[in-house]
């Protein structure tokens, strides 16, 4: 038996092919319960420290690429007991086929693990964001997921540092010296990219609005849905979705309306001129005994003008902030002064419309 495995074949006995194969079945077939077991230890040991931490969550998030790594990992290293056979010993671009395998076996088990890496980052801000976002006050969310996002591309930069470095062999070094150089060049040419990166730390630190505020600027108005690095998301009035540079909406004066504390409602009430004084006066009165409830605040009656049509009066009164509520005082207080105008008998301005015409009785005499 000994003599039939210790038999070679391309370099290899045939004990070393059996072991080698049976290390990646059994991690192939067995990696998705050796995956779930590796998470549950991992998982016991976090438990210790965090424990609102869900297993379901993690295993979902760290379960799959912590087994693709492990298989990656495990195959690899079985492969590398291997033996390169003379008949696949070839070059490629001054690569030979040795060199090549070992490039591919690197990369593999480099992405692997950053791809981990970045799944378990994906659980932890998921544990600091059910502990921390219900305690911080709603302008820190933002800044929460601009991090979040910022963590996951810095660690994605790294791994492509390190595929660079132990896969191609290239001196990070030299790589690092050159950017450096070459930074200045690139930042004058990406200078607006910058501006708006500068100006996303500014709305993150300032907080002059945050996600889910309804915001006016400019000519664009809506709800924000999200701000990143390059600009700010806003679902408009509309329901359209429009995409805003950061540093437009740094450098733009910007209507917070989530921010109000009030609503401020104007009517504006043309009667006739031919209205007496007295009529007027107890319109007045009326108006503002409409006006003296508890949902409106500050109101104001006054006559503001007198022309020869019209006596203009303004009513000025605020509400809350909400604006269904506005909407439906405004609509309430309106049609109770028309109520009032119609039982004293005033008629508005544009309803006057008689045109009297007058002829010279000279004129008819002569005809």
């Avoid at 088990?109 to 970045?118: K, Q, T």
């Avoid at 896969?167 to 070094?173: A, L, M, N, Q, S």
């Avoid at 004293?344 to 419309?353: E, K, M, P, R």
């Amino acid at each position: 038996m000994n003599e039939v495995l210790n038999q070679v074949y391309f370099n290899n006995t045939l004990r070393t092919y059996l072991a080698v194969g049976s290390t990646i079945l059994i991690v192939v077939l067995f990696k998705k319960y050796i995956a779930h077991y590796v998470a549950k230890v991992i998982f016991a040991l976090l438990k210790i420290r965090y424990k609102n931490i869900d297993l379901q969550t993690f295993l979902s998030l760290v379960a799959k690429p912590l087994g693709l790594f492990l298989a990656v990992l495990i195959t690899v290293g079985a492969l590398d007991k291997l033996r390169l056979p003379g008949e696949l010993d070839f070059n490629i671009y001054h690569l030979t086929s040795r060199e090549l395998l070992q490039m591919t076996g690197s990369f593999l088990v480099i992405f692997s693990f950053f791809r981990l890496i970045i799944k378990s980052t994906d659980f932890i801000m998921l544990a600091i964001q059910n502990r921390y976002l219900m305690m911080s006050e709603r302008g820190n969310h933002q800044l929460f997921f601009f991090f979040k996002d910022f963590i996951k591309v810095i660690i994605g930069i790294i791994g492509g540092l390190f595929i660079l470095k132990y896969t191609f062999k290239y001196p990070i070094r030299d790589l690092l010296t050159g950017l450096s150089i070459v930074g200045a060049a690139v930042a004058l040419a990406l200078k607006e990219s910058m501006e708006n990166l500068i100006a996303s730390f500014i709305i993150f630190f300032d907080k002059p609005f945050a996600m889910g505020d309804a915001v006016k600027i400019n000519n664009v108005s809506g709800t924000v849905e999200k701000i990143g690095l390059r600009s700010t998301r806003i679902r408009s009035d509309a329901k359209s979705y429009i995409t805003v540079p950061n540093k437009q909406m740094v450098d733009s004066i910007l209507d917070n309306q989530s921010n109000r504390i009030q609503r401020r409602a104007d009517l504006q009430l043309e009667v006739s001129a031919s209205t007496p004084a007295a009529t007027v006066e107890t319109l007045l009165k009326g108006v503002r005994e409409i006006l003296a409830t508890n949902d409106i605040q500050s109101p104001t009656v006054f006559v503001t003008n007198v022309t020869a049509n019209a006596i203009v009066i303004t009513c000025i009164f605020f509400t809350g902030a909400d604006v269904a509520s506005f909407n439906a005082i405004r609509e309430r207080s309106t049609l109770a002064i028309l109520s009032l105008m119609e039982q004293l008998h005033i008629d508005t301005a544009q309803s006057v419309n008689d045109i009297k015409i007058v002829q010279d009785a000279s004129i008819l005499r002569k005809e």
